[in-house]
């Protein structure tokens, strides 16, 4: 079946790095995705991998991929206190028409 | 990034009462809509997908009749929560997907309190 893992609860010190971790169970997923959810808000995309791809890099974001592990993580360099927000990891399994499997979130909290 | 604008943000309505969200994309044409609900420090679910001009296809567990939703045109689809009960205060998310789009983009939302 589908299911997408996540820790619930992360806190770290402002100008440290945040690894938030990802397991999920369908092999056949094409596209794996990083959501951030501000309060009271919708969803902002904020970054992809293609199962193809072990690591990706976008500024302060690096996303890593083991598919053997079937294990995806989210590290956030230098992390500010806006960025403290829900972080959704999502997948979208092969056979399921752009549906979206989300993980349960972690919520990431930046002390000063 | 393409735009998905949802309407109210916000609602209270009474207990027994039914509830219209509005979902629209404004600068492409939406031919898959998915509705999703959020509960409290938990993921989103998906509720339902729908297609534009036919019929919306619910998840297991979402009654049909209870949360009617309507893709009537490429730009909008609509989700009305029938005699509210305050089990149904959630928040509510709207997704929209377009032909030749990657990603599907998210509406802002809509908190519904029902008391």
């Known amino acids: 079946g589908e299911d997408v893992e996540q820790s619930l609860f992360l806190s770290v010190r402002e100008g440290d790095s945040s690894v938030i971790n990802c397991t999920y169970t369908?092999?056949?997923?094409?596209?794996l995705y990083w959501y951030k959810q501000e309060p009271g808000a919708g969803l902002q995309l904020l970054t992809y991998?293609?199962?193809?791809?072990d690591m990706k890099q976008d500024q302060r974001l690096t996303v890593l991929l083991n598919k053997k592990d079937k294990h995806l993580s989210l590290r956030i360099a230098d992390t500010q206190t806006g960025d403290s927000a829900i972080y959704f990891c999502a997948e979208i399994p092969m056979d399921s028409s752009y549906k979206l499997i989300f993980g349960s979130g972690t919520r990431l909290l930046v002390r000063p | 990034g393409a735009v998905v604008s949802q309407h109210p943000s916000w609602v209270i309505c009474k207990s027994g009462t039914s509830v219209k969200i509005e979902c629209r994309s404004l600068?492409?044409?939406?031919?898959?809509m998915f509705w999703y609900r959020q509960f409290p420090k938990k993921s989103l679910m998906l509720m339902a997908t729908s297609n534009e001009g036919s019929k919306a296809t619910y998840e297991q567990g979402v009654e049909k009749d209870k949360f009617l939703i309507n893709h009537a045109s490429l730009t909008l689809s609509t989700l009305t929560v029938t005699s509210a009960h305050p089990e149904d205060s959630s928040f509510y998310i709207c997704s929209a997907e377009g032909q030749g789009l990657f990603e599907a983009f998210f509406g802002q939302g809509t908190r519904l309190t029902v008391v």
């Open positions: 600068d492409f044409q939406a031919t898959t």
């Open positions: 991998i293609f199962s193809n791809m």
């Open positions: 369908d092999s056949s997923s094409t596209y």
